[in-house]
């Protein structure tokens, strides 16, 4: 085995089938967010949310643009890490809290995508990263790597039971970078299942697997989004949900060559459809609270039904092309599995329509935003808003092809509206039955698990960290955190008698072993 | 004879600085200067020799058919560059640190005596002759360490002297014992024990006396009980002994010890080699954790040190091409990363009387430019690319993947998350609201700013550089070629 590694000196950006359409949206979006940004951020704002927003934007465009192994990895860190400053912007104690475990979560994500693209690089002896996806399934350590990427995929995409983490993401941060957090990051993940997961050749249980995995998502993301109460959470859960059916389709493609090149315009078509009308969503929110005037409110908010309706799968939206191509890619799977799946999938869109019902619910209470131009706004967003209704569409490809020619057949049309239409009777009755109709208060608080697990570590360490009587020369505060045995024994250790009589024990043994 | 100017240049130093005391502050710092200066010269001069293949040799007789040799080797001459140019970096930080501080002759006069030793270490020929300048490392670095002369410092310094001692003996030991099995054993890449491979046991003992002696300095648990506590020494100490020439000489011997003493493939087939991985593979995880908690700063920085070091030693141990030449890469780029956060952690302490992170608040405001470069180094540290630690990470994982140990892959990558750990919450602690009297944007002493920019900007150029002939990387992987048949992975 050799390494190609010749030292970090070879950066390589480049075009191809895969760079194309991820360079474009990324480039859409973060230019267009980043437009939003500028018109609604008090001037005096500007520099520190930019001093985050122009790097994390760099990493954003150049990561779909890398064609190595290293330039893949800087970018897709340079991309991750300064959002931190995004998240944390108003600098609340919420906001805080989620940029740690933000923070937590990419560096872990981080590590393990290292891990993974070593090994590859190292057993294929090549960092160009076009070709991984052929060749994974043939490596020593496909199983080893596949895993890695995976869990990598999982931290970015927001998979059960890490849904929570976009919840966070969106909901704390400004409405520009949020779009642009929404429309592109998650789908960094989506790329790096098409550069990082095999293209087929895998056992047939790791296709079966993945796609059960993507459509629990799917559907644990969307019940727990419907029990929040903040517009943006329940975007962040919707997307976590997305993805899930991106997994789906990245799954379908880990077995069987045929299936690999379906499932591979599957996820490229989602990540154009979800990128856009996401962030389309995310920016519509905040343009909405940023008109009062009955009729500009009731405009802003029909062209808000565009971008939701396409993530329902509505006829004619965006999000029917993706989830024709979806289908197609689970149907050359075949297996028991898989025609499983491919019911869940229709039931996973009912709900995505309840959480868009949601989200309409929650924008329509006015609530406070930054002042800003709001005309200006309303372009930005009208511009995404046009190319959320063409861009799949118009996309040259194969993978729009059957959708295209179905896209006015009577049955497919049905097969588009009913989760919608079950979705919106469970409403009337929820809006009937539960106390305070479809605005109930929230059973979930935004990052639900994650929350809970990083407020329950604080008030622990907290607790622990209490001034308490502390011994001379003793550097740590006391505490009970999980590395506290650690400490302990470390403290004990350190102590001048204990550590020279082990030590001296050590060199004697030592000698022993050497004299006897 | 020029080969003997990396150890003679410092030691002519020391001498007149201590012949100087007191007096004349201007003119000890003028040859200090000087002197380091020449030393970065000759060493230059050495290393684009031994590039081209000439390797100069010096020995002094000590006893019937041992020497005391030194060699220019590309793998000491790392070593050696490394120390001698932080040394130059340093004693311009000292000089500007130490401007009221008493003592100064005894001060640079011993810091020079320990760059001399830390360039026997790196040319030795053989493991004779390290062990007589480990030692006298060891010694000449005492005073430093109880420099300030308070309790605390003397503790401390009582604490490292027995380590170091203890440790110089086992090594020792295992010198005696191997001269005794095998008569001269100079270092030879890929091994020096031809003929006597079938004292197995013999050889396993020996190793692990000398894995032991070389494992006090390199900080390896649980022999790094002494470091800790040494934190109390000035900054500079803390920075280039610490970080890089009393550290490094440890695992530098360790180096030694496993490519050109036993030999990777004997080291392995012995089964030594996996047992020393194991303790290192510990020694990362846990010192990590452990850092991840302190709250003084320095002692942060130590246990991230003992963490950073076990990488080399790991990389050493996995006993493949790419881990080593990432091992020895890591050994120079480690000191730069380390060296800029010690400096910074120096100039906070002797500018603004911060020690601990609790008191950093208001720091980056104060002194951004030092905050900045610290922050440059941290993400070095941390193996963000383009930056060098990345550079020697990846090699050092690539070579995990290379030996069939993915299990160290997984180690490697795992501490980077947690170096972002420890190192991430002091950046946060700098960026925290704070008040330190004096206007936002003025920093300390030139003398001390200087040396923290040009020492955080090397870990930028070491790192975009990493694929170009000179830098470490392609040093290291030049240097260890021959200790695995030639071959240049």
């Known amino acids: 085995m050799t390494s190609a590694f010749t030292g970090t000196g070879a950066f390589t950006f480049g075009l191809d089938e895969t760079s194309i359409p991820f360079l474009a949206l990324f480039a859409v979006v973060w230019l267009l967010s980043g437009l939003y940004t500028a018109i609604t951020t008090p001037a005096a704002d500007r520099p520190r949310l930019f001093a985050y927003y122009v790097p994390s934007a760099v990493g954003g465009i150049g990561v779909a643009a890398a064609s190595d192994a290293v330039s893949f990895y800087l970018c897709f860190a340079l991309m991750a890490l300064p959002a931190w400053g995004l998240i944390t912007h108003t600098r609340s104690a919420e906001s805080r809290r989620a940029g740690a475990i933000y923070l937590t979560l990419t560096v872990v994500g981080e590590a393990l995508l290292l891990a993974a693209l070593v090994l590859l690089v190292v057993e294929t002896g090549t960092t160009s990263l076009p070709g991984y996806r052929d060749a994974i399934a043939g490596l020593p350590s496909a199983a080893l790597i596949t895993t890695l990427v995976l869990a990598t995929i999982a931290l970015k995409i927001g998979m059960l039971p890490l849904s929570g983490i976009l919840s966070l993401t969106y909901t704390y941060t400004p409405a ?142 965006s999000g029917f092309v993706a989830k024709y191509a979806l289908k197609d890619a689970i149907h050359a799977v ?45 372009l930005v967003w009208g511009l995404l808003l046009m190319l959320v209704a063409t861009a799949t569409w118009m996309w040259p490809s194969d993978w729009n092809q059957h959708a295209i020619s179905s896209a006015f057949s009577l049955s497919s049309l049905w097969a588009a509206l009913w989760p919608g239409l079950i979705a919106l009777g469970v409403w009337g009755v929820i809006a009937r039955v539960v106390p305070g109709g479809t605005r109930y208060r929230a059973v979930v608080e935004p990052g639900d698990l994650l929350t809970m697990v990083a407020r329950g570590a604080s008030r622990w360490a907290a607790r622990a960290d ?9 550097s740590e505060a006391r505490s009970s955190s999980l590395a506290e045995p650690l400490l302990g024994a470390e403290r004990g250790y350190l102590r001048w008698t204990i550590a020279a009589t082990t030590f001296v024990l050590v060199a004697l043994a030592l000698a022993w072993l050497a004299l006897g | 004879m020029m080969i003997w100017l990396p150890v003679l240049l410092p030691a002519i130093a020391a001498l007149s600085t201590f012949l100087l005391g007191e007096r004349r502050p201007r ?140 440790g110089g003996t086992l090594l020792l030991l295992g010198n005696a014992w191997l001269y005794a099995l095998a008569g001269p054993t100079p270092f030879t890449p890929g091994g020096a024990l031809a003929g006597v491979e079938t004292h197995t046991t013999a050889l396993r003992a020996i190793f692990f006396l000398m894995a032991a002696g070389f494992g006090v300095k390199a900080a390896i648990m649980p022999l790094h009980g002494w470091l800790p506590g040494a934190m109390v020494a000035p900054a500079p100490v803390s920075s280039l002994l610490h970080a890089v020439a009393v550290v490094k000489a440890g695992v530098f011997g360790i180096i030694r010890l496993i490519n050109e003493l036993y030999g990777p493939a004997l080291a392995s087939s012995l089964g030594v080699a996996q047992v020393l991985a194991a303790f290192a593979a510990a020694s990362i995880i846990v ?151 004096a206007p936002e944007g003025v920093e300390s002493d030139p003398r001390m700013l200087w040396p923290i920019v040009i020492v955080a900007a090397m870990s930028i150029v070491l790192g975009l550089t990493a694929g170009l002939p000179g830098s470490p990387v392609h040093w290291a992987l030049t240097a260890v070629a021959p200790a695995f048949g030639g071959v240049t992975p």
């Not at chain 1, 929650?362 to 200006?376: D, H, I, S, V």
């Not at chain 2, 302190?294 to 091409?321: E, F, N």
């Not at chain 2, 290379?402 to 892959?409: D, I, Q, T, V």
């Open chain 2, 27 to 166: 003119a000890r710092n003028t040859l200090n200067l000087i002197a380091a200066a020449a030393s970065v010269g000759t060493v230059a001069v050495l290393v684009i020799r031994a590039y081209g293949g000439e390797v100069a040799v010096g020995a002094i007789p000590m006893m019937s058919d041992l020497d005391l040799g030194v060699h220019s080797d590309l793998t000491g001459l790392l070593f050696s560059t490394v120390a001698t140019v932080l040394w130059m970096i340093t004693l311009v930080y000292a000089i500007g640190y130490m401007e009221h501080a008493a003592d100064q002759a005894t001060f640079f006069g011993f810091f020079a005596l320990c760059i001399a030793a830390a360039n026997g270490v790196a040319l030795a020929t053989d493991p004779v002759s390290l062990f007589v300048f480990y030692e006298i490392l060891t010694l000449t670095t005492y005073p430093l360490v109880v420099h300030s002369g308070t309790p605390e410092a003397l503790a401390a310094g009582r604490k490292y002297l027995l380590y170091a001692l203890t």
């Open chain 1, 176 to 317: 520009g970078p949020a779009a642009a957090l929404a429309g592109a990051s998650t789908k960094v993940g989506a790329l790096a299942m098409l550069r990082l997961l095999p293209a087929g050749g895998m056992p047939p249980g790791w296709a079966d697997a993945v796609m059960v995995l993507g459509l629990t998502t799917a559907f644990g993301a969307a019940v727990l989004g419907v029990l929040t109460d903040h517009p943006r959470a329940v975007l962040g859960y919707s997307s976590a949900s997305q993805m899930g059916l991106v997994l789906i389709a990245a799954g379908a493609g880990l077995s069987d060559t045929d299936a690999a090149t379906l499932a591979y315009g599957a996820v490229v078509a989602y990540a154009l459809h979800h990128g856009l009308a996401k962030a389309a969503l995310v920016l519509g929110d905040d343009v909405v609270q940023r008109f009062s005037g009955r009729r500009a409110r009731s405009v802003a908010l029909a062209a808000l039904a565009l971008p939701a309706l396409a993530l329902v799968g509505a006829p004619l939206t």
């Open chain 1, 334 to 378: 075949g297996g028991d599995i898989s025609a499983a799946v491919y019911v869940g999938l229709s039931w996973a869109a009912v709900g995505t329509a309840a959480l868009m019902l949601r989200f309409f619910a929650l924008t329509l209470q006015p609530r406070e935003t930054t002042p800003g131009n709001a005309r200006g706004a309303a």
């Open chain 1, 466 to 474: 209490r001034p308490r009587p502390v011994a001379a020369g003793r």
């Open chain 2, 287 to 437: 010192a990590s954790v452990i850092a991840l908690r302190q709250d003084d700063l320095k002692k942060r920085l130590a246990y991230s040190t003992v963490a950073q070091l076990s990488y080399i030693t790991l990389g050493v141990a996995l006993c493949s091409p790419l881990a080593a030449a990432g091992a020895l890469a890591h050994l120079a780029h480690h000191a730069f990363m380390k060296i800029t956060m010690f400096f910074t952690a120096g100039s906070l302490a002797e500018t603004l009387h911060v020690k601990k992170l609790s008191e950093m608040g208001g720091v980056a405001r104060r002194m951004p430019v030092t905050m900045g470069s610290f922050a440059v180094a941290a993400f070095a540290l941390a193996g963000i690319p383009p930056l060098a630690g990345f550079a020697s990470k990846w090699l050092l994982g690539s070579g995990s993947v290379e030996a069939g140990a993915s299990w160290a892959l997984i180690v490697y990558v795992a501490a980077g998350a947690l170096a972002m750990g420890y190192m991430v919450p002091i950046l946060l602690a700098a960026m925290r609201p704070g008040d330190h009297g």
